[in-house]
C-alpha cells in the first residue's frame, strides 16, 4: 500500500464541471503539496497546506489533518486544465508522491 | 517561468556510461531538491540539500551522487547507467524547506 494514495487514476469531464480529485495518506507529514504537471511534462506547484483550506482562482485545497485527507477542488473545469495532477506529502524534508490524477476536460 | 534552469533539457547515452545533470535554483532559493520520474515508479524524491549541505536523502542509487556548489547550483552525477535510470529527471528549488517547491523543465535522460 503506496504511503500516499490519489483517487481517481483518471478523470474525464465535460467542460465547465467542477473536478475533485481526492488524496489520502498514512504517514506523518507537516505539509501537503498538489502538483500539476502539463502533457510536456513540467510540474507547477499549486499549493502547499498543512492545515484548512486554500484557494487560487479556481482551484480549492483543502485538509483535513485528523482523517488525513486532502481534496482539490476545480471549479469551472476549462480544457486547459488537463493535466495530471499529483498530491505529495512532506515527511521529514522528503516529499512522498502520490501516484497522480489524470484529468482530461473536454470542450 | 519558474526561475528554476536545468541543463540539459535532453541526454542520450549508452550503457556504463556517465553523465552530470546540472540545476539553477531560483534567485535567493536555499534548496535543491532532486527527483527522478520513470514510467514504472512515478516520481520519487532522491535528494536534498541546503546551502551547500546535504539535508535528506531519499531512493538514491549508490551510483548516482548530488553536490550543491557555494553559488547553489546543484549537479547530479549518474555513473554506471543502465537501462532502467531512463527517465525524467526534475530539479526543484524552495527558499527553506517549508516552503513551496519550483520546479525546473527536467532533464529527459534515455540510456540505449
Known amino acids: 500500500k503506496n504511503e500516499v494514495e490519489q483517487s481517481p487514476q483518471n478523470l474525464t469531464a465535460q467542460e465547465g464541471e467542477f473536478i475533485t480529485i481526492n488524496c489520502s495518506y498514512s504517514v506523518g507529514i507537516s505539509a501537503l503539496h498538489w502538483l500539476q504537471q502539463h502533457p510536456g511534462g513540467g510540474i507547477v506547484s499549486l499549493f502547499m497546506?498543512?492545515?484548512g483550506k486554500k484557494k487560487h482562482g479556481r482551484l480549492i485545497a483543502t485538509i483535513n489533518i485528523q482523517e488525513k485527507h486532502s481534496s482539490l477542488h476545480i471549479t469551472a473545469s476549462h480544457p486547459r486544465d488537463s493535466a495530471v495532477y499529483i498530491c505529495?506529502?512532506?515527511?521529514?524534508?522528503?516529499?512522498?508522491f502520490g501516484t497522480g490524477t489524470r484529468l482530461q476536460v473536454f470542450p | 517561468d519558474s526561475g528554476v534552469t536545468q541543463t540539459p533539457k535532453h541526454l542520450i547515452t549508452a550503457t556504463g556510461q556517465r553523465v552530470t545533470l546540472r540545476c539553477s535554483p531560483r534567485s535567493g532559493d536555499l534548496s535543491v531538491y532532486w527527483y527522478q520520474q520513470s514510467l514504472d515508479q512515478g516520481l520519487q524524491f532522491l535528494i536534498q540539500y541546503y546551502n551547500g549541505e546535504e539535508r535528506a536523502k531519499g531512493n538514491i542509487l549508490e551510483r548516482f551522487s548530488a553536490q550543491q556548489f557555494p553559488d547553489l547550483h546543484s549537479e547530479l552525477n549518474l555513473s554506471s547507467l543502465e537501462l532502467g535510470d531512463s527517465a525524467l529527471y526534475f530539479c526543484?528549488?524552495?527558499?527553506?524547506?517549508?516552503?513551496?517547491?519550483?520546479f525546473g523543465d527536467g532533464t529527459r535522460l534515455s540510456i540505449l
Open positions: 526543484a528549488s524552495s527558499l527553506t524547506g517549508f516552503q513551496p517547491q519550483h
Open positions: 497546506l498543512s492545515s
Open positions: 505529495a506529502g512532506l515527511n521529514t524534508d522528503k516529499l512522498i
